[in-house]
């Protein structure tokens, strides 16, 4: 006999730092939620072993209704060291982290995943891997950036085993005593090149900019002039970056395609100054140079290139760290009537201020809600702004 189907006021669809902290925030508000998901799964099935996450450790607290739940409170609950600044966190630090702050304020988290999403009559039928079908008012879809990967077309006639995303690999030790090149020159491609070869591989780095840029360190204890001329936000330190933290609803009153690019730009490709010396002169690396064909020869890849110093590389395998592309159409557990009714811009769904879609009651946050609301909303610095807004708009 089929289950009846079961229902609740709001589904939380993802369990990265976005979901659990609107799921925090919405438990205190009596907001009747169910959260479906892997806690941090993004970050511990698609990120490398031995990452250092870019952000400073004040940037990378997730948004709790109540104190006592940032990354210096777990590293004090752990009996572990922690410096706000220029001490970044190891990727282990921060899922353990995010799995504490699971624990204690969304210990509900149901590690099933939503497999559709349709409309009905009330709002939305769901349904899930485990097959259990739910009804919900509203839906908050928070499932990251990880279904937007980008490959370049040029190689994707490779296949996966030829050709890889940087997103594909938490373990790198596959590649020990092979030749990989890694596409790309920003904060994934530098630091998974160093990692490569620090885990046994010969990495080299193709980059079609003109040259890696390298974030300068910031000051561990900036004076007050420091602090007035580059304000320090969660986004990153500046007057822009507290723009962008602060005032969404200001970004919203920009043209669309002002706020698609900035969306996209902002905090474009670079390296984190503590890995310059890891890469610099330890990694072969070209720069100026874009992949203008691939092909397959004598089980290797060959790699035509057009750039200055080199004009072919042949490898065992290309990892493309290049980046995300916003494409509402990879969310493949939404049904064709949702997604064909989802105004859209960059590929993105556009948002109102509260991040509701034009499919009333569909909210959407994290990387997809930044062409509407700014670049923050691309990293664990709009969680504070997006989880309370959200919070409050369904709470009332």
């Known amino acids: 006999m089929e289950n009846e189907m079961t229902s609740t006021n709001t589904v939380v669809v993802g369990a990265g730092p976005y979901g659990l902290s609107l799921a925090a925030h919405l438990a205190p508000l009596g907001v009747e939620r169910r ?28 948004s709790a209704p109540k104190p006592g ?28 982290y995010g799995d504490w702050f699971a624990q204690n304020l969304v210990p509900d988290v149901e590690e099933n995943l939503i497999t559709s999403v349709s409309k009905s009559k009330t709002g939305f ?9 739910l009804s919900a008012r509203r839906v908050v879809v928070s499932t990251g950036i990880v279904p937007f990967a980008y490959i370049p077309p040029v190689l994707k006639h490779l296949g996966n085993d030829g050709v890889t995303h940087s997103s594909a690999h938490a373990d790198l030790d596959k590649f020990r005593g092979t030749d990989v090149v890694v596409l790309g020159g920003g904060q994934s491609a530098t630091e998974l090149a160093a990692l490569l070869y ?13 040259a890696i840029f390298w974030n300068p360190a910031n000051p561990a204890h900036p004076s007050w002039k420091r602090r007035v001329r580059h304000p320090p936000a969660r986004l990153c330190e500046g007057w822009k ?14 043209p669309e395609a002002s706020r698609v690019r900035q969306a996209r730009t902002f905090l474009g490709p670079s390296g984190a100054w503590w890995l310059e010396t890891r890469v610099r002169g330890v990694v072969p690396t070209w720069t100026g140079t874009e992949v203008l064909s691939a092909s397959r020869v ?23 760290a290049t980046g995300f592309r916003y494409d509402i159409n990879q969310l493949s557990y939404l049904d064709d009537v949702v997604r ?34 700014g670049p923050s909303m691309r990293f664990i610095a709009g969680t504070h702004f997006a989880a309370r807004r959200i919070a409050q708009a369904l709470a009332s």
């Open 198 to 210: 620090e885990n046994g591989a010969r990495p080299c780095l193709i980059v079609r900019g003109p």
């Open 125 to 133: 039928q769901l349904e899930t891997d485990k097959g259990e079908s």
């Open 35 to 62: 959260i479906f998901g892997l806690p941090m799964s993004s970050w511990r099935n698609h990120m490398p072993k031995g990452m250092t996450l870019k952000s400073e450790p004040y940037a990378t607290d997730l």
């Open 298 to 320: 004598d089980n290797r890849i060959q790699l035509e290139l057009f750039g200055p110093g080199i004009s072919r590389i042949e490898c065992d395998h290309v990892i493309a």
């Open 69 to 96: 739940f940032t990354t210096e409170d777990h590293a004090r609950k752990i009996g572990a060291s922690y410096r706000n600044r220029v001490t970044p966190l190891s990727l282990e630090r921060f899922i353990g």
């Open 241 to 254: 970056c507290l723009g962008y933290t602060v005032l969404p609803d200001l970004f919203r009153t920009l």
């Open 340 to 373: 064909g009714s989802l105004k859209t811009a960059g590929g993105a769904p556009v948002l109102s201020r509260t991040f509701e879609s034009s499919v009333p009651s569909l909210y959407f946050m994290g990387a997809l809600s930044a062409p509407s609301l």
